[in-house]
T-cell receptor, first 114, second 111 residues
Framework: NAGVTQTPKFQVLKTGQSMTLQCAQD?????MYWYRQDPGMGLRLIYY???????DKGEVPNGYNVSRLNKREFSLRLESAAPSQTSVYFC?????????????FGPGTRLTVL | GENVEQHPSTLSVQEGDSAVIKCTYS??????FPWYKQELGKGPQLIID?????GEKKDQRIAVTLNKTAKHFSLHITETQPEDSAVYFC??????????FGQGTTLQVKP
């Protein structure tokens, strides 16, 4: 039981390049989330998927797109990377998207945009 | 929207002392308040949480208190150990699927 896994662990991009961050969970959770973590700003929600087939914007969705591929997988895409998107990205999942359920986090992807 | 303020940003204590981290939230509809610990190079892990119908919760050396009237909640760690050194985040949730995090506190426990 691996929990939440993320690939890649590290990535360096040039401005304007695109990439997709992958996330998968094996806990049969319905809800999945993408956060970014920047120094002094905590974690900020980019997008979330309350259930398979639905996605919603979080606090900082601009410049990102997401796909809930199936119940297990939730990907985050940067179409044209910018230096402001240099950050550590975390995926999380929970049984459902209500307050009674804990969010479990993956190990993160450290992204640098030059 | 919801805003969560966390203080202090850094905290250094001697091993065996207590550590207290405080958070305030703005949305009175928030009803769930988890605390996460993040070790270097890892994702955040839940260490304790409290719901709005409870004033205090303890788990061994860790306790959380909630004051709904004042809209603040605190994490208390007693008998600190070097392995408690990490970044701690508070968060608030109002049943919409969105956790709003504080800015984080870097706790250093000196042996």
């Amino acid at each position: 039981n691996a929990g939440v896994t993320q690939t890649p662990k590290f990535q360096v991009l040039k401005t304007g390049q695109s990439m997709t961050l992958q996330c998968a969970q094996d806990m049969n959770h319905n809800s999945m989330y993408w956060y970014r973590q920047d120094p002094g700003m905590g974690l900020r929600l980019i997008y979330y998927s309350a259930s398979e087939g639905t996605t919603d914007k979080g606090e900082v969705p601009n410049g990102y797109n997401v796909s809930r591929l199936n119940k297990r997988e939730f990907s985050l895409r940067l179409e044209s990377a910018a230096p402001s998107q240099t950050s550590v990205y975390f995926c999380a999942s929970s049984e459902v998207a209500t307050s009674e359920h804990t969010q479990y986090f993956g190990p993160g992807t450290r992204l640098t945009v030059l | 929207g919801e805003n969560v303020e966390q203080h202090p940003s850094t905290l250094s204590v001697q091993e065996g002392d207590s550590a207290v981290i405080k958070c305030t939230y703005s949305d009175s509809a928030s009803n769930y308040f988890p605390w996460y610990k993040q070790e270097l190079g890892k994702g955040p892990q839940l260490i304790i949480d409290i719901r709005s119908n409870v004033g205090e919760k303890k788990d061994q050396r860790i306790a959380v208190t909630l004051n709904k009237t004042a809209k603040h909640f605190s994490l208390h760690i007693t008998e600190t150990q070097p392995e408690d050194s990490a970044v701690y985040f508070c968060a608030a949730h109002r049943n919409t699927g969105k956790l709003i995090f504080g800015q984080g506190t870097t706790l250093q426990v000196k042996p």
